[in-house]
């Protein structure tokens, strides 16, 4: 089994930034490629970007290309989620994922290993 927690989530103003954690534990290797999906009230769970572990190649959503950066620490288990220039739309609960699959994608159903969700709220 592997286990996510994520962290780092808060309120923040528009146009500022914020970074979130996911630590990962028990079956690492079945981790080989790590991401984030969000979700805002009354909207469903969208994809936010996801990275491979071995080489660090990313994926990321229309929506946060150019303001999100994620990254990991294969050391600590550690992936992060950098985020700048936040908007209100960007306000959702962020839930960390993992797949055992090595390739970057996006639908929901492909990642077998989710976090509990951090809130992440974004004033106007």
């Known amino acids: 089994q592997v286990q996510l927690v994520e962290s780092g989530g808060g309120l923040v103003q528009a146009g500022g930034s914020l970074r979130l954690s996911c630590a990962a534990s028990?079956?690492?290797?079945?981790?080989?490629?790590m991401g984030w999906f969000r979700q805002a009230p009354g909207k469903e769970r969208e994809f936010v970007a996801a990275?491979?572990?071995?080489?660090?190649?990313?994926f990321y959503a229309d929506s946060v290309k150019g303001r999100f950066t994620i990254s990991r620490d294969n050391v600590k288990n550690t992936v992060h989620l950098q985020m700048n220039s936040l908007k209100p739309d960007d306000t959702a609960v962020y839930y960390c994922?993992?797949?055992?699959?090595?390739?970057?994608?996006?639908?929901?159903?492909?990642?077998?290993?989710w976090g509990r969700g951090t809130q992440v709220t974004v004033s106007s």
């Open positions: 994922v993992a797949r055992l699959g090595l390739t970057l994608t996006t639908p929901q159903s492909d990642y077998g290993y």
């Open positions: 028990g079956r690492t290797d079945s981790t080989r490629v």
């Open positions: 990275i491979r572990r071995s080489d660090g190649s990313t």
